[in-house]
Nanobody
Framework: QVQLVESGGGLVQAGHSLRLSCVVS????????MGWFREAPGKDRAFVPSIRWSGGDTYYADSVKGRFTISRDNNKNTVYLQMNNLKPEDTAVYFCAAALYGAITLSEFAYNYWGEGTQVTVSS
């Protein structure tokens, strides 16, 4: 069973930065496309960015483009989400997800494994 554990969430003021990490317990981490999703109170889970298993292609939701950066370290089985210039509307629980040999996709249903999430709260 593949396990994903997120960390790095917290409370920050608008305009500040946070970096989320997600460690994946799999020896085949490099074969997984990784994504970040977020769920704000009263809203559906929403795609944030994704990074492909091969080649490292990335794709971002329009709402975070230019502010957030997804990256991965295959030697550490870890995917990161660097979040800069945070806004109150970025407040949500952030989840990382893994899709074996997955294509870049915005659909949460394409991902096989999920972490339990980490809370990000941005105050104005």
């Amino acid at each position: 069973q593949v396990q994903l554990v997120e960390s790095g969430g917290g409370l920050v003021q608008a305009g500040h930065s946070l970096r989320l990490s997600c460690v994946v317990s799999s020896s085949t981490f490099r074969q997984y496309t990784m994504g970040w999703f977020r769920e704000a109170p009263g809203k559906d889970r929403a795609f944030v960015p994704s990074i492909r298993w091969s080649g490292g292609d990335t794709y971002y939701a329009d709402s975070v483009k230019g502010r957030f950066t997804i990256s991965r370290d295959n030697n550490k089985n870890t995917v990161y989400l660097q979040m800069n210039n945070l806004k109150p509307e970025d407040t949500a629980v952030y989840f990382c997800a893994a899709a074996l040999y997955g294509a870049i996709t915005l659909s949460e249903f394409a991902y096989n494994y999920w972490g339990e999430g980490t809370q990000v709260t941005v105050s104005s």
